[in-house]
């Protein structure tokens, strides 16, 4: 009887870092310095590991940036969808929308804060903008909808209420901390409470 060839081990990441810690110690950097002001070096000397062994996980720092931003972007659209699929009228999901986007700022907060600061200045920055104006257009069009269906106050403009509206959770990168305080669920039915007594027609 012959014997099995012992099983081969799982292939496994750099010793101490995976993906994930490593994108997470990124995003610490780039909203400490600024993306531009980081290097790979920096990152490599925070790890406390060789840039050989960052690049066997990402092949250069725009990448780093990309899924960065991917990972707050991902999480607002699929709260878009999500609130567009209710049945419901345009100002609950609208309601729904910027309570669902809170929660995504409070569990992504240091991704979202990055997000938050790009400026355009490299290609994934500019695709990055580029998706914040899609869901900025998504926003505006339910707004407009709401006071088609005489929901929301008609005399202020729609794009305007959504950017006023997103500027207040946007917000909270600045002050928010999750330890301690207000948990995510009561701070997001305060910024829901907050902006919707003032625009709901009486």
Not at 187 to 198: I, K, Q, R
């Amino acid at each position: 009887m012959t014997t099995a060839p012992p099983a081969r081990a799982a292939k496994r990441g750099r010793p101490g870092y995976d993906l994930e810690s490593l994108l997470a110690v990124a995003v610490r950097l780039f909203n400490e310095r600024g993306y531009d002001g980081t290097s790979m070096e920096d990152l490599s000397r925070k790890l406390g590991i060789s840039k050989s062994a960052i690049y066997h996980h990402v092949p250069s720092k725009e990448e780093l940036l990309r899924l960065a931003v991917d990972r707050a972007l991902d999480g607002l659209f699929a709260t878009a969808t999500a609130a567009r699929a209710r049945d419901e009228s345009a100002v609950q999901r609208l309601e729904h929308l910027v309570r669902g986007s809170v929660l995504v700022l409070v569990d992504r907060l240091p991704f979202v804060t990055l997000l938050l600061r790009v400026r355009g200045n490299t290609k994934v920055e500019r695709a990055a903008l580029a998706r914040r104006r899609e869901f900025d257009q998504l926003i505006t069009d339910l707004v407009a909808e709401a006071v088609r269906d005489g929901d929301l106050r008609p005399e202020f403009d729609a794009a305007t209420v959504g950017r006023l509206l997103f500027g207040m959770v946007n917000s909270l990168v600045e002050w928010y901390r999750p330890r301690g305080g207000i948990g995510a669920e009561e701070l997001a039915d305060l910024v829901v409470a907050v902006a919707f007594d003032g625009l709901r027609k009486n």
